[in-house]
Nanobody
Framework: VQLVESGGGLVQPGGSLRLSCAAS????????MSWYRQAPGKDRELIAT????????HYADSMKGRFTISRDNAKNTVYLQMNSLKPEDTAVYYC?????????????WGQGTQVTVSS
């Protein structure tokens, strides 16, 4: 299983970024996918989760309104569109999947992509 995030970078306050997470090594369309983030000195926090077909999404209350999670099962990719970015959105953003194998569940994380919101 491999999860590879991309799309992070430096953006000015009020700007937008679209993160991508390319998945491989498992049947992508069979698993829900999530985005998390971790700011310096803080715990990792959930941003959003999307179901297998992309029809249902869940957002952490603090993330509603500015973040949109989506997926393309044909490309084995999950996205996070981030708008109206604020300095407090500065964090490392991670892709996450819980994969079932041999009656057990395993948690997989990408390496993360840095997002810095600053003028």
């Amino acid at each position: 299983v491999q999860l590879v995030e991309s799309g992070g970078g430096l953006v000015q306050p009020g700007g937008s970024l679209r993160l991508s997470c390319a998945a491989s090594g498992f049947t992508f369309s069979s698993y829900a996918m999530s985005w998390y983030r971790q700011a310096p000195g803080k715990d990792r926090e959930l941003i959003a989760t999307i179901d297998t077909a992309g029809g249902r999404t869940h957002y952490a209350d603090s993330m509603k309104g500015r973040f949109t999670i989506s997926r393309d099962n044909a490309k084995n990719t999950v996205y996070l569109q981030m708008n109206s970015l604020k300095p407090e959105d500065t964090a490392v953003y991670y892709c996450y999947a819980r994969i079932s194998s041999l009656s057990r569940q395993f948690d997989y994380w990408g390496q993360g992509t840095q997002v810095t919101v600053s003028s």
